[in-house]
């Protein structure tokens, strides 16, 4: 009997306890994250900082001596692969200046802002497509007024857009971008609301029209 009665009293007060301590350890864990995520995500910026020294600083190029006419040949042009910092975006309106990767994964976004890869690259005449977090770099894009001039600093040359308009859409409406458009032009868009922490599922788009800066030469 007193071994049926010490068995008892060790699941009682030693396992019983234990196994509470381990869910409700889960249970909090799983409910919190989502509050520090963002947060996390923060901290990362300053782990993940890096250095950058442009792979293909001889293709640099001053638009204050080209006009609109002047072109660059692609294969002049060292084009990036995901991961390659490969402009930095300066936005004085805002007080922005961030830099600027090839790729939209959460590696890209914990540095800085990131192009998405089905989309094209300054100077190609097509639609660019970036983004940022709305609590880091892009917190002050709903400050962004009609007028206000995006300059983009690539390894290959300098370009200016101009700020056209604003949009808030859903995450999955695919009509707030067109990637098929035959013309320069740059989007912007982070989350929203601005003062929400964490993934929303609504978005805030920016657009803007290609202003000045080299453009790119796919032939002789």
Known sequence: MSQIKTKFNFLKF????????????????????????????IAKLFVFSEDYVSRTSKNIVD????????????????LPVQGDRYATINIDAIELEAPVYYGDSVKELNKGVGTYLGCYLPGQGRTILMCAHNNSYFKGLNNISEGDHINISTNYGKYVYTVIGFKVADKNDTSAYDLTR??????????????????????YFVYADYTSGPRIKYQN
């Open 14 to 41: 030693i396992i019983v306890p234990i196994a509470f301590f381990v869910v409700g350890t889960v249970i909090l864990v799983f409910t919190l994250f989502p509050i520090f995520k963002p947060y996390i995500e």
């Open 182 to 203: 035959k013309r320069d032009n740059l989007i912007l868009y982070t989350c929203y609301p601005f003062d929400t922490l964490g993934l929303t599922r609504m978005r």
């Open 63 to 78: 638009i204050s001596q080209l006009s609109d006419n002047n072109y660059i040949n692609i294969d002049d042009i060292d």
